[in-house]
């Protein structure tokens, strides 16, 4: 039989190891910071979104040389 100092130490085990991942998942998910505006960090946010908007461009904009028009369509499923 398990005592009941046994349940509350196996509780207590794992109220701690849940609230132990909980803080590391927030550390690790938790989003950047934005800078706040006259700070003077204003230039490497802008690099940063510049940096961003080509790594968007050159992923999704594909090749702009290439006719994709003619190709075949997805037809829809419903």
């Known amino acids: 039989m398990v005592s009941p100092r046994q349940i509350a130490v196996i509780a207590l085990v794992a109220f701690g190891s849940a609230a132990g991942a909980s803080v590391i998942t927030w550390l690790v998910v938790q989003p950047q910071t934005t800078p706040i505006s ?8 802008s690099s940063s979104d510049e940096e961003r908007r080509r790594h968007r461009e050159q992923f999704f904009g594909g090749d702009s040389e290439r006719d994709i028009r003619g190709g075949q369509e997805m037809k829809p499923r419903w």
């Open 38 to 45: 006259g700070s003077g960090t204003a230039a490497t946010s």
